[in-house]
C-alpha cells in the first residue's frame, strides 16, 4: 500500500469517526429515545414534532452558513469545533429538564451536524480525489452514519433500562467523546487540497443552460427526499411501538435500518459506476418510498422489517449519489453547491416532522403521515427521470421571467 492510500485510509476513519457522532447519534439518537421520552410525557406527540424540527432548523441554518463561506480555509478548525459541540448539546439533552431547553439544544446540535457534514464531506473527497477508484472509499467514509445508527439501536435500550432516558443521552455523549478522540488525531487537510479539484476532471464539458438544468433537476430531488425520508427517520421506532404485538419490534426495526445503511453507500457507489448515477437515484429513492409505505401497508413483523431493511439501505446511499454526481459534474465548484443542497435538504427536514406531528396529533397514529412521505419521496424518484428537454425548457423560462422582472 503506497503513502497517499494509507493516508487516505486513515483519513476516511477520521470521517467514519466524524459521521458516527454528528449523525448517527447527534441526529439520529432521538428517534431510538423519543419513545421513552413520550411515555414520561414530557412532551405530545405534536411537541416531538416540534422538537425534531428544531433539530432539522439547525441543520438548515449550518447548511446555509457553510454554503456562504464553503472556503477550505480553516474548515479543519471548524469542523473540529463543532464536533466539540455536537457531544456536548448530546450530553446537555440528559441533564436538561425545560422544553425550551430542548428546543435550543437540538438546534444548536443540528447545527454543528450541518457543519460537520459538509465540512468533513468536502475534506474526505478532497483527500480521495487521487485515487483510481475513490468510490470504494467514499462508500466507507458514508458508512459512519449507519454504524452510529446501529449503535443507537443497540445502545439505548439497554441504557435505558439501566439509567432511565437521561441516563440514554449522557451514555451515548461518551461513547461519542470517545470517537471524539480519535476523529480528532485522524483528521488533517489532505497536503494538495489545492489541486483535487483538478484532478477530477467533467466527463463531458457542458454549457450553462445544460449545467443550470442539472441544478434545478437535484435541488428538486434531494429537497423532497429530505421531506419525505425524515417522517419515517423520526417517527419509525415510535409508529412501530404504537402497532398491537409489535413493540419488541421496535427497537430492532432501527437497528437493521442502520446496520442496512452501513454497507449502502459502497453498494449504491458500485451500481452508480456501472448503470450511472440518474437511473441509480431513480432506484433508491423508488425503493425508499416502497420501504416507507410497507409498515403502513403490512403492519405485521415482516413488512417492518422490510420496510426497515429499505429504509436504511437507501437513506444514506441516496446522500451519497447526490454528492457523488454533483462532484463528476462539477467538480471545480462541487463545494458550495453541496452547501445548497443540504440547505434544500435541511428546508424539506424542518417541515416533514411539524406536518407529520400535527397528523399524527389529530388522528392518533403515523399511518396517514408515513404515506404521505412514501409519496414525496416517490414524486422524487420521478423528477430523476423527468425529461431533460422539458427541464431546460423549464430553466430557460424562468431566467427569462427574471429578466422581465
Known amino acids: 500500500m503506497n503513502e497517499q492510500k494509507k493516508r487516505s485510509l486513515v483519513l476516511v476513519g477520521g470521517g467514519i469517526a466524524s459521521l458516527f457522532i454528528a449523525m448517527g447519534v447527534g441526529r439520529f439518537a432521538y428517534t431510538p429515545i423519543l419513545p421513552f421520552m413520550l411515555k414520561q410525557q414530557l412532551f405530545s406527540e405534536?411537541?416531538?414534532?416540534?422538537?425534531?424540527?428544531?433539530?432539522?432548523?439547525?441543520?438548515?441554518a449550518g447548511a446555509i452558513m457553510t454554503a456562504?463561506?464553503?472556503?477550505?480555509?480553516?474548515r479543519l478548525s471548524r469542523l473540529k469545533f463543532a464536533l466539540i459541540v455536537s457531544v456536548a448539546t448530546t450530553a446537555w439533552m440528559g441533564i436538561a429538564d425545560s422544553y425550551a431547553l430542548w428546543l435550543?439544544?437540538?438546534?444548536v446540535s443540528g447545527f454543528a451536524s450541518?457543519?460537520?457534514?459538509?465540512?468533513?464531506?468536502?475534506?474526505?473527497?478532497?483527500g480521495l480525489a487521487g485515487l483510481s477508484k475513490p468510490h470504494h472509499a467514499v462508500g466507507l467514509f458514508y458508512s459512519g452514519v449507519g454504524l452510529g445508527i446501529t449503535a443507537t439501536g443497540l445502545a439505548v435500550p439497554w441504557l435505558h433500562e439501566q439509567y432511565g432516558w437521561r441516563g440514554t443521552w449522557l451514555g451515548m455523549a461518551l461513547i461519542c467523546a470517545v470517537l471524539l478522540a480519535l476523529a480528532w488525531t485522524k483528521l488533517r487537510e489532505p497536503a494538495d487540497s489545492?489541486?483535487?479539484g483538478a484532478r477530477v476532471g467533467s466527463p463531458v464539458p457542458e454549457d450553462r443552460s445544460s449545467l443550470t438544468?442539472?441544478?434545478?433537476?437535484?435541488?428538486?430531488?434531494?429537497?423532497?427526499?429530505g421531506l419525505g425520508y425524515i417522517v419515517t427517520g423520526t417517527f419509525l421506532v415510535a409508529y412501530v411501538q404504537q402497532l398491537p404485538a409489535m413493540q419488541s419490534f421496535s427497537a430492532w426495526s432501527w437497528i437493521l435500518a442502520g446496520a442496512t445503511a452501513i454497507p449502502s453507500c459502497w453498494l449504491w457507489s458500485l451500481l452508480a459506476g456501472r448503470i450511472g448515477s440518474r437511473p441509480a437515484l431513480f432506484a433508491a429513492m423508488a425503493l425508499q418510498a416502497a420501504g416507507i409505505a410497507l409498515p403502513?401497508?403490512?403492519?405485521?413483523?415482516?413488512?417492518?422489517?422490510?420496510?426497515?431493511?429499505?429504509?436504511?439501505?437507501?437513506?444514506?446511499?441516496?446522500t451519497t449519489l447526490t454528492i457523488s454526481w454533483t462532484r463528476q459534474r462539477m467538480p471545480a465548484d462541487s463545494g458550495t453547491f453541496v452547501g445548497v443542497l443540504t440547505?434544500?435538504?435541511?428546508?424539506?427536514?424542518?417541515?416533514?416532522?411539524?406536518?407529520?406531528?400535527?397528523?399524527?396529533?389529530?388522528?392518533?397514529?403515523?399511518?396517514?403521515?408515513?404515506?404521505?412521505?412514501?409519496?414525496?419521496?416517490?414524486?422524487?424518484?420521478?423528477?430523476?427521470?423527468?425529461?431533460?428537454?422539458?427541464?431546460?425548457?423549464?430553466?430557460?423560462?424562468?431566467?427569462?421571467?427574471?429578466?422581465?422582472?
Not at 114 to 126: E, R
Request: charged share 10%; with cysteine.
Open 114 to 126: 450541518a457543519v460537520i457534514f459538509v465540512y468533513v464531506s468536502g475534506l474526505v473527497m478532497d
Open 46 to 60: 405534536a411537541g416531538a414534532g416540534v422538537l425534531a424540527s428544531s433539530n432539522y432548523a439547525g441543520y438548515l
Open 213 to 225: 438544468s442539472f441544478k434545478i433537476r437535484l435541488l428538486i430531488i434531494y429537497g423532497l427526499e
Open 194 to 196: 489545492a489541486a483535487a
Open 296 to 318: 403502513v401497508v403490512y403492519p405485521a413483523w415482516p413488512g417492518v422489517l422490510a420496510g426497515a431493511v429499505l429504509f436504511g439501505f437507501t437513506f444514506m446511499g441516496i
Open 68 to 74: 456562504l463561506g464553503a472556503r477550505k480555509e480553516n
Open 104 to 107: 435550543a439544544l437540538r438546534f
Open 343 to 405: 440547505a434544500v435538504y435541511g428546508t424539506g427536514q424542518v417541515a416533514g416532522p411539524i406536518a407529520a406531528g400535527w397528523m399524527v396529533s389529530g388522528s392518533g397514529h403515523y399511518r396517514g403521515a408515513l404515506i404521505g412521505a412514501a409519496l414525496i419521496v416517490c414524486a422524487g424518484a420521478l423528477a430523476t427521470i423527468f425529461p431533460a428537454g422539458r427541464m431546460r425548457s423549464y430553466t430557460k423560462t424562468a431566467r427569462t421571467s427574471a429578466a422581465k422582472r
